[in-house]
T-cell receptor, first 113, second 114 residues
Framework: AQSVTQPDIHITVSEGASLELRCNYSYGATPYLFWYVQSPGQGLQLLLKYFSGDTLVQGIKGFEAEFKRSQSSFNLRKPSVHWSDAAEYFCAYRPNTGNQFYFGTGTSLTVIP | NAGVMQNPRHLVRRRGQEARLRCSPMKGHSHVYWYRQLPEEGLKFMVYLQKENIIDESGMPKERFSAEFPKEGPSILRIQQVVRGDSAAYFC????????????FGPGTRLLVL
């Protein structure tokens, strides 16, 4: 079955600390991979995406993610977290055939001063 | 360059009433997708529509839910005889063509059923 797993339901980091949010997918081929951020009461904003090529992708707001085929992972990272990064983060993939996105259950990020 | 628009942003209904959620895709996009986000969960695909056609409704509940995307006007997600379990955020996304790699999401409609 196709699925996306975000093993960390909630993460708390100090402002200025580094961040890594985990994402694993289960799919036979390499899908299109995405990270979205959702602030409370808001919609989804695309942070970055991976389709092919360089396995380290840069996104907005200083975020990056690395695709590791051997681990079926697409972890999101940021070297120094800002208080405004507090939000819900969703990993998603779209199979390279088909139209729907599959989302993980999300990781809630709290940033403490 | 407006993004995906959804209205209303918040909707309150009593059990048994009907809920109508509207989605206007980005300019130039003719493909619309509806997703539902239950509390504490990720988004789940419901239905994919092109103008005047339902392409994939594999995620739609079999009863009470319907969707349309007419030739003119927004896409409509309709929920008849709402129940408390329908309370959720409903997100619409659009893309310019079938198989487009990226979907662009609207701000969502938060439905609360009393």
């Amino acid at each position: 079955a196709q699925s996306v797993t975000q093993p960390d339901i909630h993460i708390t980091v100090s402002e200025g600390a580094s961040l890594e949010l985990r994402c694993n997918y289960s799919y036979g081929a390499t899908p299109y991979l995405f990270w979205y951020v959702q602030s409370p009461g808001q919609g989804l904003q695309l942070l970055l995406k991976y389709f092919s090529g360089d396995t380290l992708v840069q996104g907005i707001k200083g975020f990056e993610a690395e695709f590791k085929r051997s681990q079926s992972s697409f972890n999101l990272r940021k070297p120094s977290v800002h208080w405004s990064d507090a939000a819900e983060y969703f990993c998603a993939y779209r199979p390279n055939t088909g139209n729907q996105f599959y989302f993980g259950t999300g990781t809630s990020l709290t940033v403490i001063p | 360059n407006a993004g995906v628009m959804q209205n209303p942003r918040h909707l309150v209904r009593r059990r048994g009433q009907e809920a109508r959620l509207r989605c206007s895709p980005m300019k130039g996009h003719s493909h619309v997708y509806w997703y539902r986000q239950l509390p504490e969960e990720g988004l789940k695909f419901m239905v994919y529509l092109q103008k005047e056609n339902i392409i994939d409704e594999s995620g739609m509940p079999k009863e009470r839910f319907s969707a349309e995307f007419p030739k003119e006007g927004p896409s409509i997600l309709r929920i008849q005889q709402v129940v408390r379990g329908d309370s959720a955020a409903y997100f619409c996304a659009s893309s310019p063509r079938a198989g487009a790699e990226t979907q662009y999401f609207g701000p969502g409609t938060r439905l609360l059923v009393l």
